[in-house]
């Protein structure tokens, strides 16, 4: 798989959260390879609290993100 299309995968899944309303703010990305359906870890802020986000690709379902205990 590309890099490009990678950096593409990792963009998407960050507007996502922020498309759906779950963070205001991104403040950290753990990137993994959601092309294969690994998850990706998404921190940020929502209303001024610090939130985590899983997020992962489920061919029936779509994207999905599970909220996290922030650590």
């Not at 960050?14 to 759906?20: K, P, T």
């Not at 001024?48 to 997020?55: E, L, Q």
Request: glycine share 8%.
């Amino acid at each position: 798989m590309s890099n490009a299309y990678k950096d593409w995968l990792w963009d998407h899944v960050q507007d996502i959260v922020l498309e759906r309303g779950l963070v205001d703010k991104i403040i950290h990305v753990e990137p993994t390879d959601p092309a294969k359906g690994e998850p990706q870890y998404i921190w940020g802020i929502k209303n001024g609290k610090d939130v985590k986000y899983y997020v992962h690709y489920d061919p029936e379902n779509g994207w999905l993100c599970e909220h996290q205990e922030f650590y």
